[in-house]
Nanobody
Framework: QVQLQESGPGLVKPSQTLSLTCTVS??????????WSWIRRPPGKGLEWIGY???????NYSPSLKSRTSISRDTSKNQFTLQLSSVTPEDTAVYYC??????????????????WGQGTQVTVSS
């Protein structure tokens, strides 16, 4: 059973960098051919795909967030990390990490991820 767990600060100040880590257990993030994504849900809105890192370490980001987003991984710890720079209150959301076994419906709803983390609330406020 694959499990994903998000961790990171729940409060970030405007203009700072949001940093979240997803720790994966029950499976390796380097196993072919999985896509490991970050997704968020702002209050009162739908799910928004942020970006992914693949089993081989390739990355892809949402065009609307690309200039501020970086996803990396630590294979020794079986973790992948999201960094979102220059945050504003509009970046307040519940952030999820998730795994998909196919490129289909990875970036657009309805998402087809087979495993999700429980989500972590991040609030951007001074």
């Amino acid at each position: 059973q694959v499990q994903l767990q998000e961790s990171g600060p729940g409060l970030v100040k405007p203009s700072q960098t949001l940093s979240l880590t997803c720790t994966v257990s029950g499976g390796s993030i380097t196993t072919n051919y999985y896509y490991w994504s970050w997704i968020r849900r702002p209050p009162g809105k739908g799910l928004e795909w942020i970006g992914y890192i693949t089993y081989s370490g390739s990355t892809n980001y949402s065009p609307s967030l690309k200039s501020r987003t970086s996803i990396s991984r630590d294979t020794s710890k079986n973790q992948f990390t999201l960094q979102l720079s220059s945050v504003t209150p509009e970046d307040t959301a519940v952030y999820y990490c998730a795994r998909a076994g196919s490129i289909l419906r990875v970036t657009t709803t309805p998402f087809q991820y087979d495993y999700w983390g429980q989500g972590t609330q991040v609030t951007v406020s001074s």
